[in-house]
């Protein structure tokens, strides 16, 4: 080995060499974080070397502890980061200092907390806690590193959530910690934090979050001041609404009761007594709110085009017939009066009525109310059911038989009407055949109370449903979250998606999708032209506004841009798919396409106004109708903006809340979201004479009368999928997408059912389980 000191003079100059010769280096030598650069100690000689400072490869004292008193004679060997690969002896005498890498780490760390530079001292604990754990004082540097860095973010910066997490990590650490040279700890520092955390919740009326909060932090940190404060300010809150509650049930007011106990367990759930009289209330008057886009302005269960009327239409009324969901041909349906069998040939129809309440339905009625659907006089006659039946007898008091003059793929769905055709006539207010009537209508609220005349209910049903309107979904999902409503009846599927990960709400697919379609209005001339109506189509981006825009960038299943009025089917195999032609190809977004269809509309208007010698129909900006519906408005508007980029101009009109058509007809274009559930009586719903969306086009009209003749499911199948190809290439609709729909529920409510057509389908069944404050 080599004796240091006769080369130390040169060692010296090479280090000035490389200050002075080299600035460059040094430059970015100082610019590198002291952590970011290789590991080295650093000897400071003493004055007889000139006060010489060498930075060394990391010296292997035993332990990484500088010796206190080693002799003076002894030797320390050393080796120059400057010379890699030599080793130098120096005596202990002529060395002034030794600082270790790790030290010196520490003390920059130190100093930046001093200047109040958190986060830059927060990478150099971070260095030492990963690479030299075991330093001197590490533990407690950190420590009122985190404390003083807690105080920072809560005092100066104002962000108490951030110091309540970094004072968790200091007491995580050490439970004892107390800031040098003061009263300060680190459980009375958090107290205060969370304290200010809680109250900020509370006066943003967020008593979820102070409830969570409030529990997580009793349950971790017990006997903590601000937990024991806020918790008996809640828990006193709580007990006047218990209170309250307790005198509504006593003087009968059941409602009154219910809402209070809402409010005592949305205010602190563990309250004295609460549990238990929020089970006795919930028992003695179950009550459901859900949660919807829009209230119904008039209630029918069949309704093609207005969700909120199909709704609350199962609320009010019950049909002869209704559709229960999807089955291997065509719906699926049972009715509520009895059973109903078709025989082998398909030629005969027995119904055969229950004999079950105080007032059953009889053959009678049943058998009138057939023969009056078949009578051309009868203000609801059916002219495809007239055309089909033969006769029907009564066989017994509880047993119907109908004869066909036919056979018929599925003569169940030509009978989705109200038994007693008064019933839809009734005030909502007054008993109808359905299990509720409506005891109260605001302009945000609609409540529903149950029948006492309705035969088929259950003791465990609710007492009462609440409807409550949300302009925005988030908002909905939110309260939902909270407790505040039960049910949100519609969810977006992105929306859907982000809620499956919630443990405290169920989410379920309806079991059919909806359609959702632009109809044109015949009667203006351009909408009217069907150039001009492909043109519309042509300038549409109808995928990438489902993909981006309705859904958010996902891929989800069963959502689909369509070519024709009818469902596509949720899966490759779907049987509801039937009325669908898959070879049929949606048009593609071609905006020069686009542009020039319009041109030639206008050509062709101006021809057949010149032979009319009329004068040639000028091209206005269209009128596009749609609900009064968060999503459907912003789709609207970009569909309006895609059209204006072909040059076609387009005005909203938002129709009144609960409407879907525009009596009026001062509009181009409607939109419409379809419940298409059977296309093979839907087709006529929506393109017969008194159809949603009628038209004199003759080939329709032969294709729906086919239809009415069709003895088999093959036969129907192709007349549909010919409907479909005539609706394409005519353009009587145009078709955006299909989307399935969802809705969600609290984990309390019990027997919704699984893949229901409609909300309240199995509403007889629910049950209700008490509320505890922590759906």
């Given at each position: ?18 200050v ?14 002291l ?14 070397n000139?006060?010489?400072v060498?930075?060394v ?12 008193a080693?002799?003076?004679?002894d030797?320390l ?7 890699p ?5 120096i ?15 520490l ?16 990478d ?29 973010y ?30 300060q700890t680190?459980?009375?520092a ?39 404060k ?76 207005n969700?909120a ?17 999807p089955?291997p ?38 058998a ?28 017994d ?19 989705q ?7 839809f ?26 029948n ?9 049903q ?7 309107t949300?302009a925005?979904?988030?908002?909905a ?13 519609r969810?977006?599927?992105?929306d859907?998606?982000?809620l ?23 009667k203006r ?14 300038g ?11 859904l ?62 009329e ?12 609900p ?6 912003a ?9 204006a980029a ?13 409407q ?9 274009l ?19 004479d008194?159809g ?8 329709i009209?032969?294709?729906l ?7 088999n499911?093959?036969?129907a ?38 893949a ?20």
């Amino acid at each position: 080995m080599m004796n240091l000191m006769p080369h130390l003079r040169f060692a010296a100059a090479i280090l000035v060499g490389l200050v002075t010769g080299l600035a460059w280096s040094g430059a970015a030598l100082a610019q590198r974080p002291l952590y970011d650069r290789e590991p080295f100690d650093r000897i400071t000689l003493n004055e007889a070397n000139e006060n010489a400072v060498l930075e060394v490869v990391p010296i292997q004292f035993p332990g990484r502890r500088v010796p206190e008193a080693p002799r003076g004679s002894d030797k320390l060997r050393v080796e120059l980061l400057t010379e890699p690969g030599s080793q130098y002896d120096i005596a202990w005498r002529d060395v002034a200092k030794v600082e270790l890498f790790e030290n010196m780490l520490l003390e920059q760390a130190e100093r930046l907390v001093g200047e109040k530079k958190f986060d830059e001292a927060y990478d150099y604990y971070a260095a030492l806690r990963t690479k030299f754990p075991q330093t001197d004082r590490l533990a407690d540097s950190l420590q009122n590193f985190l404390f003083l860095n807690a105080g920072d973010y809560f005092a100066r910066q104002k962000r108490a959530p951030e110091a309540l997490a970094i004072l968790e990590e200091l007491h995580r650490q050490n439970r004892a910690y107390k800031f040098p040279n003061s009263n300060q700890t680190a459980v009375s520092a958090l107290s205060v934090v969370a304290e200010s955390i809680i109250s900020g919740y509370l006066q943003q009326e967020n008593l979820a979050a102070a409830q969570q909060l409030l529990s997580r932090l009793g349950k971790e940190y017990p006997g903590l001041p601000a937990v024991e404060k806020l918790s008996g300010q809640l828990a006193a809150k709580a007990a006047v609404k218990r209170d309250e509650a307790r005198g509504h049930r006593d003087a009968g007011r059941l409602r009154e009761a219910h809402l209070a106990v809402r409010e005592m367990l949305e205010i602190w759930p563990s309250v004295e007594g609460g549990p238990e009289l929020a089970n006795e209330i919930e028992r003695l008057y179950p009550l459901v709110v859900v949660g919807v886009s829009q209230l119904s302005q008039y209630h029918a269960p069949g309704e093609l085009d207005n969700w909120a009327a199909r709704r609350t239409g199962r609320l009010r009324h019950r049909l002869l017939m209704e559709i229960a969901g999807p089955g291997p041909e065509g719906g699926e349906y049972r009715s509520p009066v009895g059973t109903v069998a078709q025989s082998e040939d398909r030629r005969r129809l027995t119904m055969q009525l229950l004999q079950s309440g105080s007032d059953p339905v009889t053959g009678y009625e049943v058998a009138r109310r057939l023969l009056e659907l078949a009578s051309p006089g009868d203000p609801d006659y059916h002219p495809a059911w007239a055309s089909l039946v033969e006769s029907v007898r009564v066989r017994d008091v509880f047993g119907v038989e109908t004869a066909l003059r036919r056979p018929h793929v599925l003569p169940e769905s030509l009978l989705q009407v109200p038994l007693d055709p008064a019933d839809f006539q009734r005030p909502e207010t007054e008993p109808s055949s359905g299990p509720y009537v409506v005891q109260e209508r605001t302009e945000e609220l609609l409540r529903f109370i149950r029948n006492r005349d309705y035969s088929l209910g259950t003791t465990h049903q609710p007492a009462e449903i609440s409807e409550q309107t949300f302009a925005d979904p988030k908002l909905a999902i939110e309260a939902l979250r909270r407790g505040e409503i039960d049910i949100i009846d519609r969810l977006l599927p992105v929306d859907a998606l982000a809620l499956r990960g919630d443990q405290r709400v169920r989410v379920e697919q309806y079991a059919l999708p909806s359609v959702h379609v632009l109809i044109p209005n015949f009667k203006r001339p351009y909408t009217g032209n069907v150039t001009f109506r492909r043109a519309l189509v042509y300038g549409l981006r109808r995928e990438s506004t489902l993909k981006d825009f309705v859904l958010g960038g996902q891929d989800i299943a069963g959502c689909r841009v369509l070519s024709g009025p009818f469902p596509a089917g949720v899966s490759p195999d779907d049987p509801l798919a039937y009325a669908y032609d898959a070879t049929i190809e949606p048009r593609k977004y071609n905006p020069r396409l686009a542009a020039t269809l319009a041109r030639l509309a206008q050509f062709e208007l101006n021809e057949i106004a010149k032979k009319r010698q009329e004068p040639p129909p000028e091209l206005q900006p269209l009128v596009l109708a749609h609900p009064a519906d968060f999503l459907i408005r912003a789709v609207c508007q970009v569909l309006a903006d895609q059209l204006a980029a072909v040059g076609i101009k387009c005005t909203l009109k938002q129709l009144p809340p609960g409407q879907t058509r525009d009596s009026s007809g001062e509009y181009d274009l409607l939109y419409a979201e379809l419940a298409v559930w059977e296309p093979l009586t839907d087709a006529h719903r929506l393109f017969a004479d008194d159809g949603l969306a009628p038209t004199d086009n003759a080939y329709i009209a032969l294709a729906l009368r086919r239809m009415d003749s069709a003895t088999n499911w093959r036969d129907a199948g192709q007349l549909l999928h010919e409907l479909h190809f005539i609706a394409h290439n005519e353009v009587v609709m145009i078709p955006l997408w299909q989307l399935v729909d969802h809705y969600a529920y609290q984990t309390r409510l019990r027997a919704l059912g699984t893949a229901n057509v409609s909300l309240y389908q199995d509403v007889e069944q629910w049950q209700v389980a008490p509320r505890t404050g922590q759906e």
